[in-house]
Protein backbone atom coordinates (compact mmCIF):
# COMPACT_ATOMS: atom_id res chain seq x y z
CA UNK A 1 0.00 0.00 0.00
CA UNK A 2 1.33 3.13 -0.80
CA UNK A 3 1.11 5.58 1.90
CA UNK A 4 1.64 9.13 1.72
CA UNK A 5 1.84 11.66 5.62
CA UNK A 6 1.07 15.62 5.22
CA UNK A 7 1.69 17.92 8.36
CA UNK A 8 -1.23 20.18 8.15
CA UNK A 9 -0.01 22.15 10.92
CA UNK A 10 -0.82 25.88 9.99
CA UNK A 11 -1.80 25.62 6.76
CA UNK A 12 -5.05 26.71 4.56
CA UNK A 13 -7.43 24.39 3.76
CA UNK A 14 -6.88 25.15 0.21
CA UNK A 15 -3.48 23.93 -0.82
CA UNK A 16 -4.30 21.41 2.11
CA UNK A 17 -6.85 19.44 -0.18
CA UNK A 18 -4.74 20.41 -3.36
CA UNK A 19 -2.20 18.01 -1.63
CA UNK A 20 -4.32 15.41 -0.70
CA UNK A 21 -5.28 15.72 -4.57
CA UNK A 22 -2.06 15.33 -6.07
CA UNK A 23 -1.23 12.65 -3.40
CA UNK A 24 -4.18 10.22 -5.10
CA UNK A 25 -3.14 11.24 -8.33
CA UNK A 26 0.19 9.70 -7.95
CA UNK A 27 -1.41 6.87 -6.48
CA UNK A 28 -1.41 7.07 -3.19
CA UNK A 29 -4.05 4.53 -1.50
CA UNK A 30 -3.69 5.88 1.94
CA UNK A 31 -3.00 9.48 3.22
CA UNK A 32 -2.40 10.40 6.82
CA UNK A 33 -3.06 13.98 8.09
CA UNK A 34 -0.85 15.07 10.92
CA UNK A 35 -1.75 18.12 12.97
CA UNK A 36 -5.33 18.83 11.83
CA UNK A 37 -7.07 21.85 13.11
CA UNK A 38 -10.21 23.65 11.86
CA UNK A 39 -9.24 23.09 8.29
CA UNK A 40 -12.25 22.60 6.40
CA UNK A 41 -13.59 20.68 3.02
CA UNK A 42 -11.06 17.81 3.58
CA UNK A 43 -12.29 14.91 1.38
CA UNK A 44 -14.33 16.93 -0.94
CA UNK A 45 -15.89 15.29 -3.57
CA UNK A 46 -13.04 12.62 -3.83
CA UNK A 47 -13.95 9.25 -5.99
CA UNK A 48 -12.07 5.81 -5.64
CA UNK A 49 -11.07 3.83 -2.85
CA UNK A 50 -8.65 6.28 -0.84
CA UNK A 51 -8.31 5.75 2.80
CA UNK A 52 -7.23 9.13 4.51
CA UNK A 53 -6.42 9.16 8.21
CA UNK A 54 -7.25 12.61 9.86
CA UNK A 55 -5.10 12.95 13.39
CA UNK A 56 -6.89 16.23 15.26
CA UNK A 57 -9.85 17.89 14.49
CA UNK A 58 -10.72 18.86 10.89
CA UNK A 59 -13.29 21.92 10.09
CA UNK A 60 -16.89 21.93 8.47
CA UNK A 61 -18.05 19.93 5.70
CA UNK A 62 -15.34 16.94 6.36
CA UNK A 63 -16.23 14.62 3.40
CA UNK A 64 -18.59 16.96 1.26
CA UNK A 65 -19.73 15.29 -1.89
CA UNK A 66 -17.29 12.63 -1.34
CA UNK A 67 -18.00 8.87 -2.76
CA UNK A 68 -16.04 5.64 -2.48
CA UNK A 69 -13.26 6.74 0.24
CA UNK A 70 -13.44 5.98 3.58
CA UNK A 71 -11.75 8.97 6.29
CA UNK A 72 -11.18 7.90 9.82
CA UNK A 73 -10.74 11.03 12.25
CA UNK A 74 -8.90 10.35 15.39
CA UNK A 75 -10.53 13.48 17.00
CA UNK A 76 -13.50 15.25 17.05
CA UNK A 77 -14.73 17.22 13.82
CA UNK A 78 -16.93 20.43 13.39
CA UNK A 79 -20.14 20.69 11.90
CA UNK A 80 -21.81 18.92 9.16
CA UNK A 81 -19.62 15.75 8.19
CA UNK A 82 -20.80 14.05 5.13
CA UNK A 83 -22.92 16.78 4.17
CA UNK A 84 -24.52 15.55 0.92
CA UNK A 85 -22.03 12.89 0.65
CA UNK A 86 -22.99 9.68 -1.90
CA UNK A 87 -20.88 6.68 -1.09
CA UNK A 88 -18.11 5.97 1.60
CA UNK A 89 -17.44 6.04 5.16
CA UNK A 90 -16.84 8.74 7.59
CA UNK A 91 -15.48 7.36 11.12
CA UNK A 92 -15.00 9.82 13.92
CA UNK A 93 -13.90 8.64 16.86
CA UNK A 94 -14.71 11.68 19.12
CA UNK A 95 -17.91 13.66 19.12
CA UNK A 96 -19.28 15.84 16.07
CA UNK A 97 -21.05 19.45 15.73
CA UNK A 98 -24.46 20.34 14.32
CA UNK A 99 -26.19 19.21 10.92
CA UNK A 100 -23.98 16.10 10.94
CA UNK A 101 -24.92 13.89 7.61
CA UNK A 102 -26.78 16.94 6.18
CA UNK A 103 -28.53 15.90 2.37
CA UNK A 104 -26.25 13.00 2.98
CA UNK A 105 -27.71 10.23 0.03
CA UNK A 106 -25.34 7.31 0.93
CA UNK A 107 -22.72 5.68 2.88
CA UNK A 108 -22.38 5.13 5.93
CA UNK A 109 -21.20 8.16 8.96
CA UNK A 110 -20.22 6.65 12.26
CA UNK A 111 -19.92 9.01 15.49
CA UNK A 112 -18.62 7.22 18.51
CA UNK A 113 -19.85 9.70 21.39
CA UNK A 114 -22.12 12.43 20.40
CA UNK A 115 -23.55 14.92 17.90
CA UNK A 116 -25.09 18.58 17.66
CA UNK A 117 -28.39 20.03 16.56
CA UNK A 118 -30.34 18.65 13.48
CA UNK A 119 -28.58 15.70 12.49
CA UNK A 120 -29.26 13.69 9.77
CA UNK A 121 -31.16 17.03 8.52
CA UNK A 122 -32.48 16.06 4.76
CA UNK A 123 -31.00 12.87 4.10
CA UNK A 124 -32.23 11.06 1.30
CA UNK A 125 -32.54 7.66 -0.64
CA UNK A 126 -32.51 8.07 -4.19
CA UNK A 127 -32.16 4.26 -5.18
CA UNK A 128 -32.13 0.75 -3.35
CA UNK A 129 -29.06 0.11 -2.63
CA UNK A 130 -27.82 3.81 -2.21
CA UNK A 131 -28.99 4.05 1.80
CA UNK A 132 -27.26 6.26 3.85
CA UNK A 133 -26.69 5.51 7.21
CA UNK A 134 -25.86 7.95 10.41
CA UNK A 135 -25.18 5.58 13.78
CA UNK A 136 -24.36 7.91 17.08
CA UNK A 137 -22.53 5.81 19.75
CA UNK A 138 -23.60 8.61 22.28
CA UNK A 139 -26.23 11.42 22.07
CA UNK A 140 -28.21 13.91 19.77
CA UNK A 141 -29.76 17.19 20.44
CA UNK A 142 -32.34 18.77 19.07
CA UNK A 143 -33.97 18.29 15.36
CA UNK A 144 -32.71 14.63 14.94
CA UNK A 145 -33.63 13.69 11.33
CA UNK A 146 -35.37 16.84 10.71
CA UNK A 147 -37.02 16.87 7.09
CA UNK A 148 -35.79 13.32 6.50
CA UNK A 149 -36.67 11.48 3.30
CA UNK A 150 -34.66 8.54 2.97
CA UNK A 151 -31.92 6.54 5.08
CA UNK A 152 -31.23 5.23 8.54
CA UNK A 153 -30.40 7.07 11.99
CA UNK A 154 -29.59 5.09 14.72
CA UNK A 155 -28.34 6.55 18.54
CA UNK A 156 -26.89 3.62 21.01
CA UNK A 157 -26.96 6.00 23.81
CA UNK A 158 -23.65 4.26 25.56
CA UNK A 159 -23.10 5.95 29.03
CA UNK A 160 -26.24 7.25 28.67
CA UNK A 161 -29.66 7.14 31.02
CA UNK A 162 -31.65 7.24 27.92
CA UNK A 163 -30.24 8.10 24.21
CA UNK A 164 -32.61 10.76 23.50
CA UNK A 165 -33.55 14.08 25.65
CA UNK A 166 -33.97 16.62 23.42
CA UNK A 167 -37.08 17.51 21.50
CA UNK A 168 -38.12 17.60 17.83
CA UNK A 169 -37.08 13.68 16.27
CA UNK A 170 -38.09 13.66 13.08
CA UNK A 171 -40.09 16.89 12.79
CA UNK A 172 -40.55 17.03 9.20
CA UNK A 173 -39.78 13.66 8.74
CA UNK A 174 -41.50 12.09 5.02
CA UNK A 175 -39.42 9.13 4.14
CA UNK A 176 -36.66 6.79 6.42
CA UNK A 177 -36.26 6.22 9.96
CA UNK A 178 -35.01 6.78 13.56
CA UNK A 179 -34.06 4.00 15.49
CA UNK A 180 -32.76 4.95 18.99
CA UNK A 181 -32.00 2.51 21.94
CA UNK A 182 -34.65 2.33 24.74
CA UNK A 183 -37.74 3.66 25.26
CA UNK A 184 -38.63 7.28 23.77
CA UNK A 185 -40.94 9.65 25.67
CA UNK A 186 -43.74 11.12 23.31
CA UNK A 187 -43.40 14.84 23.79
CA UNK A 188 -39.61 14.44 22.26
CA UNK A 189 -41.46 13.91 18.69
CA UNK A 190 -41.39 15.88 16.09
CA UNK A 191 -44.47 17.40 13.68
CA UNK A 192 -44.98 14.71 11.52
CA UNK A 193 -43.21 11.53 13.48
CA UNK A 194 -44.29 8.70 14.52
CA UNK A 195 -43.67 5.56 16.63
CA UNK A 196 -43.48 1.66 15.49
CA UNK A 197 -42.97 -0.90 16.93
CA UNK A 198 -39.49 -2.64 16.96
CA UNK A 199 -39.50 -6.18 15.99
CA UNK A 200 -37.29 -9.17 15.54
CA UNK A 201 -37.53 -8.45 11.55
CA UNK A 202 -35.94 -4.90 12.19
CA UNK A 203 -32.99 -6.19 14.27
CA UNK A 204 -31.87 -8.44 11.79
CA UNK A 205 -32.00 -5.93 9.12
CA UNK A 206 -29.63 -3.38 11.79
CA UNK A 207 -27.43 -6.18 12.83
CA UNK A 208 -24.87 -6.16 10.28
CA UNK A 209 -24.83 -2.31 10.80
CA UNK A 210 -23.94 -2.50 14.57
CA UNK A 211 -21.70 -5.11 14.31
CA UNK A 212 -19.98 -2.69 11.63
CA UNK A 213 -19.92 0.22 13.87
CA UNK A 214 -18.83 -1.77 16.52
CA UNK A 215 -15.52 -3.34 14.83
CA UNK A 216 -14.49 0.42 14.73
CA UNK A 217 -14.73 1.67 18.10
CA UNK A 218 -14.11 -1.68 20.57
CA UNK A 219 -17.45 -1.79 21.43
CA UNK A 220 -18.93 -5.19 22.31
CA UNK A 221 -22.09 -5.87 19.61
CA UNK A 222 -23.42 -8.51 21.89
CA UNK A 223 -24.46 -5.72 24.37
CA UNK A 224 -27.17 -3.62 21.44
CA UNK A 225 -28.75 -7.21 19.82
CA UNK A 226 -31.94 -7.17 21.67
CA UNK A 227 -35.13 -5.12 20.47
CA UNK A 228 -34.63 -2.60 22.94
CA UNK A 229 -35.12 0.18 20.59
CA UNK A 230 -38.01 2.37 19.37
CA UNK A 231 -38.60 2.91 15.57
CA UNK A 232 -39.40 6.39 14.20
CA UNK A 233 -40.74 7.04 11.09
CA UNK A 234 -43.09 9.37 8.70
CA UNK A 235 -46.86 9.54 9.90
CA UNK A 236 -47.39 10.41 5.70
CA UNK A 237 -45.52 11.39 2.88
CA UNK A 238 -46.66 15.03 3.22
CA UNK A 239 -46.34 16.06 6.73
CA UNK A 240 -47.01 19.51 6.50
CA UNK A 241 -49.59 19.17 3.56
CA UNK A 242 -52.31 20.79 6.08
CA UNK A 243 -49.79 24.06 6.76
CA UNK A 244 -51.00 25.05 3.33
CA UNK A 245 -54.13 26.70 1.59
CA UNK A 246 -54.74 25.51 -1.88
CA UNK A 247 -57.17 27.34 -4.25
Known sequence: MKTVKIDAKGMHYTPLNQKIRAAIADGAEEIIIDNVLGQRFIGDGLRGNVRIIVNGVPGGDLGIFMSGPTCIVHGNAEHAPGNTMDKGMLVIHGSAGDAVAHSMRGGKVFIKNNIGYRGGIHMKQYEVDAR???????????????????????????????AMTDRGIGSGIHGGEIIIRGDVDDYLLGTGAKKFKFTESDLERITPIIKSFCEQFGYDAAEFLDTNYTKIGPVSSRPFASKYVWE
Open 132 to 162: PILVVGGTAHSFLGEYMAGGMVLVLGIGKDK
